[in-house]
C-alpha cells in the first residue's frame, strides 16, 4: 500500500478538523457544559489519532490519545473542567497542530513534549462527575470565579458553506489556460479585424466569441474565490493566545467573513491580518483593572468587519482599547530621523498616525516577542501597496482604533491606464488616476533633481517616468501629459509623452526572474503579442 | 467477490479500507460518514458486509449496528474500533456485530477477519 497518499489526506483532513477543534474550544469557554461542542473536540482528537496510528506517527498518536483521554473524562462529567482545563486542552491542541505541520514540512513527526503528556494524564480534580454523586446535591458545578451568564449566548463563529476539495495547482493551471484564452481572443480579433472588411458573419462570429469568452473569464474569476473566513477563522484564537500572555482579557467578533476575495490575494493578507491583530490585542486593549478605572467593560473588544465597497473590500480591524499615543509617535519620529523637528508640529493627526507605517519607528515593545515575527507596520504596508491597495489607520485616544486595509477585489483583472514612454508602453492601474492633463513640458518648473507644477493652486511634484524606466524623454518644447494620481496620499503627476487606452487587462504575475523588481506588479501581453508591464507608481516615486 | 459497505467519518479510513477490500478483489458499493447514513445506504445497497467505525457522529457506530440488526438478523457487520475500547466492542458484538478489527489496519488482518465473516455466511 501506498502510503505517500495516505500522509497528503492525513494532513488536510487533520487541518480541517483543528479548524473545527478551535471554534469547539472557543465555544466551550462560553458554554463548558456545551455537549456538541465536547463531542466535536473528542470526535476530531479520535480522528486524527486513528490517521496518525495508521501512517506510524506514533508521537502524534499518544498526544492524539491523552487529548482523547481528557475529553471522555468530559463527555462522562457533562461539562469542560475551569479556566485551566481549557487552557491545557489548547496547549495540547497547538502542539497537535505543530506535530502536524513538521509531518507536512519534514516528514517526520518530533516526540510531544513531556511536560505536556504528563499535564495532560493528571487527573482533572475539580470535575464533579455527573453520574455518580451519592449526596444527590448538585456538587459544585459552577468553578470559581463567573458563571456563564443566564442566556449569554456563545458569539457564534460562521460555519464554512460545502465544497467540493479541488487541487489547487490543478485549477491554477485551469485558470492559465482560461487566461490564454482571453489574450488569445483579443489577438485574433486584432488580427481579423485587418482582414474581415466587409465580412459580417466573421464580425458576428468574433463578437460571439468575445461574449461568451467574456462569460468564461467572469465564471473562472468566481472560482479563484475564497471566502474570506479562511484567514479571519484563526482570529479570535489567536487573540486569546496573545491576551493571555499580555494579561488582558478580549473578545473578537468576525463580521462578513462570507465576502468572498481572490485567493492568491487572500493569501497575502492572513499575516498582515494577524499582525494587525496582534497589535489591537497587545498594544490596544487595556488590563481590566485599567479598563474597568475608565469604565470600560473588563472584556476588550475587537471588530473585525469586512466590507464590499465598489471594486474593493474594506477589511477593518477595530479595537476599544486605548487608541495610539500620537504624540509618542511624533516623538519617535523625530528621534528616528524620519521627521525634520520643523515639521512635526504641523501635521495632523492623520499624518502623524500614519507614521506608524514607516520603517524603522517600532518602538520597543513591538519588536517583542509577541508583535514580532519580521513583521512590521511597514511590511503591512508593502503588502498592500503591492497588492493594489492600502492600509488606513484611524485612532482615537482613550476610545481605541481602527486599521483598515482596502484590498481590490481582483487582483487578476485589472482595468489600467496605457502610456505610451519613449519605445514603450507601460500600464498603471487606474483606480488612483485622478485625471490627465496635457501640459507644455518646457512650462514645468525645475530645481535641483526635483520638477514641479502649479496645479489647482498646489505644487504638485512631477516624476518622469521616462526617466524612471531609461527610455529617452520628450523632446523639449513638446507637450507632455501629466497622470495626476495619489501615492502614499500624497498628489504627484506622472509624465508621459503618449497616452494610450484606458483598458481591462488580463495581469499574468511577474515572472520569477523579475520578481525582484519591485515596481512591477504584473504583465500583460497586447493583441499584437508585445508584453506590457504594469507599474506600482508606489515604487516608482 | 462481496459487496461492502464502508462506514466511517474520516474520508481517510474510508480510503484506506477501500484500497485493501479492492485489492483482495471484493467491491466497494458504497460508504457512510456518519451512523444514519450507514443504515440509510444499508437499506439501499443490501451489501454482503459492512465495515462500521465505532465512533461517529449523529448516530453512533453502535447504535447504527442496532439498527441494521432491527431490520435484518442476519446481516454481517465488522467493527472497526481503535485500541482501547474495548467495553465498546463488547457493547457492539452484544448489538449483533459478527467480528471486530482493530486500527491501525494491517491489510492482512482486514482480509483475514472479512474471509471469516463472509464464510460464515454463505
New interface residues.
Given amino acids: 500500500?501506498d502510503l505517500a497518499k495516505?500522509r497528503t489526506?492525513?494532513i488536510e483532513?487533520s487541518t480541517e478538523h483543528f479548524a473545527e477543534i478551535s471554534r469547539a474550544l472557543l465555544e466551550l469557554e462560553k458554554d463548558p457544559a456545551s455537549a456538541e461542542a465536547i463531542?466535536v473536540v473528542f470526535?476530531m482528537a479520535?480522528?486524527i489519532?486513528?490517521?496518525a496510528?495508521?501512517?506510524?506517527y506514533d508521537s502524534i498518536t499518544e498526544l492524539a490519545?491523552r487529548l482523547e483521554d481528557r475529553m471522555q473524562i468530559a463527555r462522562d462529567a457533562g461539562r469542560v473542567g475551569p479556566h485551566e482545563e481549557l487552557s491545557l486542552l489548547f496547549r495540547g491542541i497547538a502542539a497537535l497542530e505543530g506535530m502536524v505541520n513538521a509531518v507536512s514540512e519534514q516528514g517526520e513527526a518530533p516526540m510531544a513534549d513531556t511536560d505536556l503528556l504528563a499535564d495532560l494524564a493528571t487527573l482533572a480534580p475539580s470535575v464533579p462527575s455527573k453520574k455518580k454523586d451519592p449526596t444527590g446535591a448538585e456538587a459544585a458545578a459552577t468553578p470559581p470565579g463567573e458563571a456563564p451568564a443566564a442566556g449569554a449566548k456563545p458569539l457564534q463563529t460562521p460555519r464554512p458553506p460545502p465544497t467540493v476539495r479541488v487541487n489547487t495547482r490543478t485549477l491554477d493551471r485551469f485558470l492559465s489556460t482560461v487566461g490564454e484564452v482571453i489574450l488569445n481572443t483579443s489577438q485574433v480579433r486584432t488580427v481579423s479585424e485587418a482582414e474581415t472588411g466587409q465580412n459580417t458573419a466573421l464580425s458576428e462570429g468574433l463578437d460571439r466569441m468575445d461574449r461568451i469568452v467574456g462569460e468564461l473569464q467572469r465564471r473562472a474569476l468566481e472560482l479563484r474565490t475564497t471566502p474570506l473566513l479562511r484567514i479571519l477563522e484563526p482570529l479570535p484564537r489567536a487573540a486569546r493566545d496573545v491576551a493571555e500572555r499580555a494579561g488582558v482579557r478580549v473578545e473578537v467578533q468576525l463580521v462578513g467573513a462570507e465576502l468572498e476575495l481572490d485567493r492568491s490575494i487572500l493569501d497575502r493578507l492572513s499575516d498582515p491580518m494577524v499582525h494587525l491583530l496582534r497589535n489591537a490585542v497587545d498594544h490596544g486593549i487595556e488590563t481590566p483593572a485599567e479598563r474597568i478605572a475608565a469604565g470600560k467593560p473588563a472584556v476588550g473588544r475587537i471588530v473585525v468587519e469586512a466590507r464590499r465597497e465598489k471594486d474593493t473590500i474594506r477589511i477593518s480591524i477595530g479595537d476599544d482599547g486605548s487608541g495610539i499615543d500620537l504624540e509618542a509617535v511624533r516623538r519617535r519620529a523625530v528621534e528616528a530621523g524620519v521627521l525634520h523637528p520643523d515639521l512635526a508640529a504641523d501635521l495632523t493627526p492623520e499624518q502623524i498616525a500614519a507614521l506608524v507605517f514607516e520603517p524603522g519607528l517600532s518602538t520597543a515593545s513591538e519588536v517583542s516577542e509577541i508583535s514580532g515575527r519580521g513583521v512590521g507596520m511597514d511590511a503591512v504596508r508593502n503588502t498592500l501597496e503591492s497588492l493594489g491597495g492600502a492600509v488606513e489607520i484611524a485612532t482615537e485616544r482613550g476610545r481605541g482604533t481602527t486599521t483598515t486595509l482596502v484590498v481590490p477585489i481582483t487582483a487578476a483583472v485589472q482595468r489600467v491606464l496605457m502610456l505610451g514612454v519613449g519605445a514603450e508602453v507601460v500600464a498603471i492601474p487606474i483606480a488612483k488616476v485622478e485625471r490627465i492633463e496635457e501640459y507644455p513640458s518646457d512650462k514645468i518648473e525645475r530645481t535641483g533633481g526635483d520638477a514641479f507644477v502649479l496645479l489647482d493652486g498646489d505644487l504638485v511634484p512631477v516624476l518622469d517616468l521616462a526617466a524612471r524606466i531609461a527610455q529617452p524623454s520628450a523632446a523639449a518644447g513638446r507637450l507632455t501629459h501629466l497622470v495626476l494620481t495619489e501615492v502614499r496620499g500624497e498628489r504627484i503627476a506622472l509624465s508621459a509623452e503618449r497616452v494610450a487606452s484606458q483598458q481591462q487587462i488580463y495581469v499574468k504575475p511577474v515572472p520569477e526572474l523579475l520578481r525582484s523588481a519591485r515596481a512591477l506588479l504584473g504583465l500583460t501581453i497586447l493583441g499584437d503579442g508585445r508584453p506590457m508591464f504594469l507599474l506600482d507608481p508606489n515604487q516608482i516615486a | 467477490m462481496a459487496r461492502v459497505l464502508v462506514a466511517d467519518d474520516a474520508s481517510f479510513m474510508r480510503q484506506m479500507i477501500r484500497e485493501i477490500v479492492e485489492a483482495e478483489g471484493h467491491e466497494v458499493v458504497g460508504e457512510a460518514s456518519d451512523g444514519d447514513e450507514a443504515v440509510e445506504e444499508w437499506k439501499r445497497l443490501h451489501p454482503d458486509v459492512v465495515t462500521m467505525d465505532i465512533v461517529m457522529p449523529r448516530r453512533s457506530g453502535i447504535d447504527a449496528v442496532k439498527g441494521i440488526i432491527d431490520l435484518d438478523s442476519t446481516a454481517c457487520i465488522v467493527m472497526c474500533s481503535a485500541l482501547g475500547q474495548e467495553t465498546l466492542v463488547q457493547e457492539a458484538l452484544q448489538a449483533g456485530a459478527r467480528d471486530f478489527i482493530v486500527k491501525p489496519f494491517k491489510p492482512d488482518s482486514v482480509i483475514a477477519t472479512l474471509n471469516k465473516v463472509l464464510e460464515k455466511d454463505a
Fill in positions: 500500500m495516505y489526506i492525513f483532513e463531542d470526535r479520535h480522528s489519532k486513528g490517521m496510528a495508521s501512517l506510524g490519545h
